[in-house]
């Protein structure tokens, strides 16, 4: 199945239709995996070997613009820089685009503005990918449903598809072969207490992509065969910590579920291991002020930094001793 | 099935008898695992879940000196100075000695002398239960075959079964309940070029030991199902690579189970990270030198260090790129 069947079967008779308007714009949360996606059972639709559970960042995201303009090529800005059309981000980027329209026919200016770092392990492809989606289906007037525009999402990233929503998000990992079961959904609990601390020890950008890395895992690490389980166990925990509001239960399975992801990179060969000095040394702080008493987990994604998980009533203390740490309260 | 019996059946009729001189004296190497022992499937008398292989350092070990003394209790003496027995490490020692005595009728003089940092991650302990028991050997006059002497071993501390030989040393991982069959064998094999490389970034004690380690990690990792049959991979491509002095397969394979060990430490609960801030750094400059041409490989055990493997035609690069490690040549 190709990403292009996909799309033909959502849009229907809309297929490659020209737009109804003449731009569209739209924004999107980045999303932080607290069960993880790590590995794809579908390389070209980007599906899922599990199912995985993420929380959006509020007003943390991108934002996308896309208008129909008269020049032969299209043109990418990205936080109010052209980017060459020949690196690999714009060429991802436009042969996603070239799903929706007839090859030539038309040309798209594409505005993309993220407050997220980029390739800093902050899924800053999962709101890019899901806020052009949502552009584009104001663009095009085609008056989609989340859960298609789930799916379209995930043609351009994996992750992208969980930016659809804001609060906990599930991805179903489905079991077609041409992913239509695949998408997700938001999962209705609010939790205003709940507090994300970013705490960024690099924004370099990383030396192995997330795409690349989940493939070798996939395809090198003795231990990916037990990871399936792994999720299934903590999905499960996961969803019975938001029901309950049970937060040493959710910060334990988060943090246990992304150091068992880390785990499988590191079983991996070549290995990978995305923790630099800086991360090592924020990990062993938070284990002994965890020893201490104080409520705190973290999660890490496929990039040096980490996510804290806390409580509000923990905030001042969490400021204290992480200083530079951006504090995000997704339900607030 | 307990110490004693085991004991009790390699000794035979000279079970608890008297020693048949005043004093005994043995030296023992230390071992390092190119395929990790990770894991027990019987506490008591330490025998593993998988076969492991390692390679014994020559001159760095410990050895041991027993004597039967006049005094009421047993006197502990670690490279010089006199150890409480209250600590963990004499009563440990003394409940080990006690297998082998009629508890109350013998008291002994030990002077362990160690020429590698104690509970650094370089395998103290297996060199001096391997000492201590071929000590015993001598002071009792049990003329046993070293396969025993690996038995009896193995009951003070797992890896130590395998410090009986010099080179290349696979411990079987046996079937029986008894561990009969559960001993080391040498693989006599030369390769000269070998060489090791310490490179100590912490002498201090390790927070949690490697037997605690093992155990949390067998009772709460999801990816310890998967260890087993990584195991028996990577043993066999080990005995391939010595056999047909592959250095690279060795290398490769030997880097990869170590970080297969460590991964599934991450994801047992609590997590357990035996590498720090220096540990990452010299990972990543291995990883580097090995992009750059380098044939230079490490491996890991429950502890910050790591061991360098390499060929003595790259003696003189490694020394450049790591001054501070210090080289040992098994076979030399």
Chains 1, 2 share one sequence.
């Not at 998000?169 to 079991?175: A, L, N, S």
């Not at 070798?216 to 166990?233: D, I």
């Amino acid at each position: 199945v190709k990403k292009s069947d996909v799309v033909q079967v959502i849009l229907g008779t809309q297929y490659l239709q020209a737009p109804k308007n003449i731009t569209g714009s739209a924004f999107a949360p980045t999303n932080i995996a607290l069960c993880k996606y790590w590995g794809k059972r579908d390389q070209e639709l980007n599906l899922p070997v599990t199912p995985s559970l993420s929380i959006s960042l509020g007003k943390k995201g991108a934002n996308a613009t896309i208008t129909v303009s008269d020049a032969t090529h299209d043109e990418i800005i990205l936080n109010d820089q052209l980017v060459n059309t020949d690196v690999p981000f714009s060429k991802r980027l436009i042969s996603f685009l070239n799903l929706f329209r007839l090859s030539g026919t038309l040309a798209f200016t594409i505005c993309i503005t993220s407050n997220i770092p980029i390739a800093a392990g902050l899924a800053s492809s999962a709101a890019g990918f899901a806020s052009i989606v949502k552009a584009l289906n104001g663009l095009y007037g085609w008056q989609l449903d989340t859960s298609s525009l789930s799916i379209l999402a995930r043609l351009g990233s994996g992750s992208a598809s969980r930016s659809l929503y804001q609060g906990f998000v599930e991805w179903h990992k489905g079991v077609r072969k041409d992913g239509m079961d695949s998408f997700s959904e938001a999962i209705r609990e609010i939790w205003p207490e709940f507090c994300i601390g970013l705490l960024i020890v690099s924004d370099k950008e990383k030396g192995v992509s997330s795409r690349e890395a989940m493939q070798r895992t996939v395809a090198t690490s003795a231990l990916y065969s037990a990871w399936p389980q792994k999720v299934t166990t903590d999905l499960a925990d996961i969803k019975i910590a938001i029901a309950e509001k049970d937060f040493n239960l959710l910060g334990k399975t988060a943090e246990s579920n992304a150091l068992t992801m880390h785990a499988t990179l590191l079983s991996a060969w070549p290995p990978v291991n995305y923790a630099i000095s800086e991360t090592i040394q924020a990990m062993q702080k938070i284990w002994q002020l965890r020893n201490n008493g104080l409520e705190i987990y973290f999660t890490q994604d496929a990039g040096p930094n980490l996510k804290l998980l806390f409580l509000q009533k923990d905030l001042a203390t969490i400021q204290t001793h992480f200083p530079t740490a951006e504090i995000l309260q997704p339900f607030a």
